[in-house]
Each structure stands twice: as structure tokens, then as C-alpha cells.
């Protein structure tokens, strides 16, 4: 049983949001932690079962006493892509840390061919005037030597430039993991929520800079929870990544990007579509999802058919995130009330 479900809840509250809500708060009571917005996003993922195992986790933790704030930060980390602060502080320690090294490299390499210079000079000044025989000689002997130190500091030089051109490009690697796992849904490998607002805003930026047209689709799973009670939570998250992919292979050739927003809702952004140029790419993947038959991998057995709704809505010129994803929620909602297993465009 759910740690939450011990909570008690108002009988005048059906809504589900508000049902969700007075379950983040009693968690909140329970475990006397702060409502600062990461415990807050976690509880909020908990409570709507968004991602069983990290509902596991959050239930283990509760039993054992440990959801406090160093546990959420572990959660977090583990279930929701975030880079921890000792992470960050490591990453940046080391960008200062090559940072400092290349400068130390840049002035090693100045003062070398400083001295270098200065060497070359002296010779030219002194050949300016006559020279003996054995005078030329030194002279001769001082300007290979210090042309030798200066071919053998270069040679240091370019062996430390590419040792430090390889940490970069390993930093740079390290970083870029990081802030992928931010972005990303530990579950389905989609953008998470997070991501998805992100990508979002950039499209209507583009949008607004270029003059061309954005599509955004909702999808959700239809009869989601059925299906979960009967087949269990572990074959739930494969339905969830299997769909996932589906709809982001329709989505990927049109340069759009795939989103989960929570639990089984995606969102789906189409650059260049307008609203029914999207529906059609949209409603392709869905009648090419409901036709096929889902099986068990362990034992090849049946599950039946998995379906999705979709509301399809486009940009406009003063749309932000919520308004546009507001849009296309509602004619989602159209969707199921249709009969669910159909796209609807947004007609607002």
C-alpha cells in the first residue's frame, strides 16, 4: 500500500489535483520537510505514481526513516536527472582548474619566446659591428642555443596544448552528460518535464524570430491505470517507453522533439506544421499504435491494444508555454470525450 493513502482527504474535494495536492501536503506534515519546489516536484511525481520505481524508492525511504533532505536530494538524482551541488562544484573546480593550467601554459609560452627574442636581438646588435673570427663563433655557438630552447620549448608547449585540449574535450563530455540527464526522463528517454518546457520555449522563439508555424501535441495513454492495475507497474513502464518511441519516431523526421509531462501524458513539438499538417503526423501514429498487438516479452502472451488520444494545437503570435499547452490540453479532453482512441484539432 502507498505510503499516502493514509492521508486523509476532505470529501468535498474531487478534483483530482486537489486530491493530489492534500497528498504532497500531508507527506509534507509527515515528514516535516520544507515546500521548497524540488521536494514539492518530487512528492507531486510520488503521489501521481508518475514513475513506479521511483515511487518504490520514495515508499522505502518513508519506512526507513530517510526521507529527509539529503534522501530527496538522492532521489532526485536518481529518478529526475538532477546533477547534485558536489557534482557541479566538482565540474566547475575542474573548468577553473584547466582554465588556470592553459593560462599558466600561454605565459610559459610568452616568456619563451621573450627570451627568444631578446636572444636574437642581442645577436643582431652585435653583428651590427665588427666581429672577430672567435667572437662570431660564440655569437653563432649562443643563437643555436637558444634556438634549440626555444624548438624544445615549443615542443613542450604543443604536447601540454594537447593534453589540455583532451581534458576540455573530456570536461566538455562530462557536462554535456549532465545536462542531457537534466533534461531527460529517466523512464522513457524522452525530454522530461523540465526538458519539454525548455524545448518549448526555444521553438516559440524561433517561431516568433522566423514567421514560421509550431505545432503542439498532448497525447495520453488511453485507460492508462486499467491497464496498470491488471498487468502490473513493470510492464506499465515498458507500455510507456514503448509509446514513447513511437511517437517519437513519427515526430523526429519533421525536426520536433517528444516530451513526458507527467505520468502518461507526452507532449510532442512540430516546428513548421501548422495545427492540421501535425494532426495527420499525429493520427499516423496512432492508427499505426492501436493496430498492433502488445505482447509480453518474458512470455510472448497478449495484452491487447494500446491506444492514445491527442489534442493538436498551434502557436500563436501571443502564446506562451501554458497557453499553447492549455490549448491542446483541451482539445485532448475533446478527444476523450469523443470516445478516446482519435486526434482532435484545437478549434479555439
Not at 636581438?121 to 672577430?132: E, K, M
Not at 495520453?220 to 517507453?241: C, M, P, Q, S, T
Request: contains cysteine.
Amino acid at each position: 500500500m502507498r505510503a499516502v493513502a493514509e492521508v486523509p482527504l476532505p470529501a468535498e474535494l474531487g478534483d483530482q489535483d486537489l486530491h493530489w495536492f492534500d497528498q504532497v501536503r500531508g507527506l509534507l506534515v509527515a515528514t516535516r520537510l520544507p515546500p521548497l519546489p524540488d521536494i514539492y516536484e518530487l512528492f507531486w511525481r510520488y503521489v501521481r505514481d508518475e514513475d513506479h520505481d521511483l515511487s518504490l524508492a520514495v515508499d522505502s525511504a518513508i519506512a526507513l526513516g530517510d526521507l529527509n533532505l539529503a534522501g530527496v536530494a538522492a532521489l532526485r538524482r536518481a529518478h529526475c536527472g538532477d546533477v547534485g551541488a558536489s557534482e557541479v562544484a566538482a565540474l566547475v573546480a575542474a573548468a577553473r582548474h584547466q582554465a588556470e593550467a592553459l593560462t599558466g601554459l600561454i605565459e610559459a609560452g610568452r616568456t619563451d619566446l621573450a627570451d627568444y627574442g631578446r636572444a636574437i636581438a642581442d645577436g643582431g646588435a652585435r653583428l651590427a659591428a665588427p666581429v672577430d673570427p672567435a667572437g662570431l663563433a660564440a655569437l653563432l655557438e649562443q643563437l643555436g642555443a637558444a634556438t634549440t630552447a626555444m624548438q624544445a620549448a615549443n615542443a613542450r608547449l604543443a604536447t601540454e596544448l594537447a593534453t589540455a585540449a583532451a581534458e576540455a574535450r573530456g570536461l566538455s563530455e562530462q557536462l554535456g552528460r549532465a545536462e542531457r540527464a537534466a533534461i531527460t526522463d529517466q523512464l522513457t528517454g524522452v525530454l522530461n518535464r523540465r526538458g519539454t518546457i525548455e524545448a518549448l520555449q526555444r521553438a516559440q522563439a524561433d517561431t516568433r524570430a522566423t514567421g514560421t508555424r509550431l505545432a503542439l501535441a498532448m497525447v495520453d495513454i488511453d485507460h492508462f491505470k486499467r491497464f496498470n492495475d491488471r498487468f502490473g507497474h513493470a510492464l506499465g513502464d515498458e507500455v510507456l517507453r514503448f509509446v514513447a518511441r513511437h511517437v517519437a519516431d513519427h515526430v523526429a523526421p519533421t525536426g520536433g522533439s517528444v516530451g513526458r509531462l507527467g505520468g502518461e501524458e507526452f507532449i510532442a513539438l512540430l516546428p513548421d506544421h501548422d495545427v492540421l499538417a501535425a494532426a495527420a503526423i499525429i493520427d499516423r501514429a496512432r492508427a499505426e499504435l492501436a493496430g498492433q498487438i502488445i505482447r509480453n516479452a518474458a512470455d510472448g502472451s497478449s495484452m491487447g491494444r494500446v491506444s492514445f488520444s491527442a489534442g493538436i494545437a498551434g502557436d500563436r503570435h501571443d502564446d506562451d508555454a501554458d497557453s499553447l499547452i492549455e490549448r491542446a490540453d483541451r482539445a485532448l479532453y475533446s478527444a476523450k470525450r469523443m470516445g478516446r482512441d482519435r486526434v482532435v484539432p484545437d478549434r479555439s
